[in-house]
């Protein structure tokens, strides 16, 4: 199950990250090539290609983001017993209590996103995310957790405004607080992975994973061609756009991380609201030089859905959005209508004027 988990995904890589026609070409100039390394962390494949004409460079970019991927799994990770666990047995305690230092930045601006988001991005919601087990794979005999439990942690109302940071220290007003970053880590860690990329003098590079990615410069001497996976058709793309320079491409979906039962399909972003799965979407997809804020944004925009989308991605500061509503229905702003090539032949396309 695992296996076959990987394998698509790699599958989607091959698409996502470089569908330019003549995809043979491996030179990027007279002597620039292509190096690719894979790195498996936050639960996917993360799938680097450098264009050099340094080959020792690339692979010292490479053993370097391995290191830094690795640690960045072990302690942003809620589930291993590792720094994160360790805060979040300290919250309930509503004691105040010193942070470890890589936390700091990844609750200061899921503060913010908290606030613009009006609380759609909120991952202060582990434990309802915990209830839920979405991060176990096995598929079957999957059922929703008991409703008198989801409601209490609704009703707990648990947000990134019950805490308090001042300087390196944490303080929670509210017991029912767990902090759960997989919807923002990983554009977190891209984020700064570019800039470690950048900083190694390396000018063309994606950091992609599983169709989450962030571009550096150019793919040799035009945009790098990105390929948006069809939410109900996985060998399918429903559409392709173009990125350079450092622009991150960010799309959150129903089709990864879910189960069906009762004929009802329950997918892994959760509306805090409710408690039960944000079911107005099928997939959200986002552009934004910042990886990180690319990441947040999708999962709210995902809940926001078709009504809602433009309201937020304005506070957040979003200009490129196509959402796929549930019904199959294709909505986007003029902006990204502008960029944006489909490939979804009879689907409803709706451009707002609102963002
Ligand atoms: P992916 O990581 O598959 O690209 P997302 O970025 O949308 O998808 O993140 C989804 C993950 O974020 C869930 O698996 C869960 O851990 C967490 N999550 C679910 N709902 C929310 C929410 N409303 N706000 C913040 N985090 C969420
Ligand atoms: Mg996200």
């Known amino acids: 199950m695992k296996t076959y988990y990987l394998a698509v995904i790699s599958l989607f890589i091959l698409c996502a990250c470089d569908a330019t026609p003549d995809n043979t070409a491996e030179t990027a100039s007279p002597t620039a090539k292509k190096y690719q390394h894979a790195i498996l962390s936050f639960g996917t494949v993360i799938d680097v290609t450098v264009l050099s004409t340094d080959e ?7 053993n370097t983001l391995d290191e ?22 300290l919250i309930p305690t509503k004691a105040a209590f010193s942070l470890p230092l890589h936390l700091i930045p990844l609750i200061r601006q899921s503060q913010d996103y908290y606030q613009q988001s009006e609380g759609l991005f909120n991952p202060a919601i582990g434990q309802l995310i915990n209830l839920w087990r979405f991060h176990e794979h096995e598929k079957d005999n999957k059922q929703p957790p008991d409703k008198q439990q989801i409601d209490a942690l609704v009703a707990a109302n648990p947000s990134m405004q019950n805490l308090q940071l001042n300087n390196i220290q944490l303080q929670s007003d509210n017991e029912s607080v767990q902090l759960n970053f997989g919807a923002f880590a990983k554009g977190f860690a891209i984020q700064r992975s570019i800039q470690t990329l950048k900083k190694l003098g390396i000018e063309q590079a994606v950091i992609n994973a599983g169709g989450d990615l962030k571009v550096l410069g150019q793919h040799i001497d035009r945009a790098w061609r990105i390929g948006i996976r069809h939410p109900r058709d996985k060998q399918t793309v429903i559409a392709s756009v173009e990125a350079s320079n450092e622009e991150s491409v960010f799309t959150s979906g129903d089709y990864e991380r879910y189960f069906i039962f009762n004929n009802t399909r329950y997918n892994h972003i959760l509306d805090p609201r409710t408690g039960y799965s944000a079911n107005l979407s099928q997939s959200v997809t986002v552009i934004d030089n910042d990886a990180g804020l690319a990441d947040a944004a999708a999962t709210a925009l995902f809940v926001a859905g078709p009504e809602h989308w433009h309201r937020i991605a304005q506070k957040m500061g979003i200009k490129f959005v196509m959402l796929v509503a549930a019904n199959g229905d294709i909505h986007m702003n003029p902006a990204m209508a502008q960029r944006i090539q489909l490939n979804s032949q009879g689907a409803s396309v709706t451009i707002s004027e609102k963002l």
């Open 68 to 89: 830094d991927f690795e640690y960045w799994h072990r302690v942003w990770n809620p589930w291993l017993n590792g720094p994160l666990a360790r805060v979040n047995s």
């Open 56 to 62: 020792a460079l690339a692979q010292q970019a490479f």
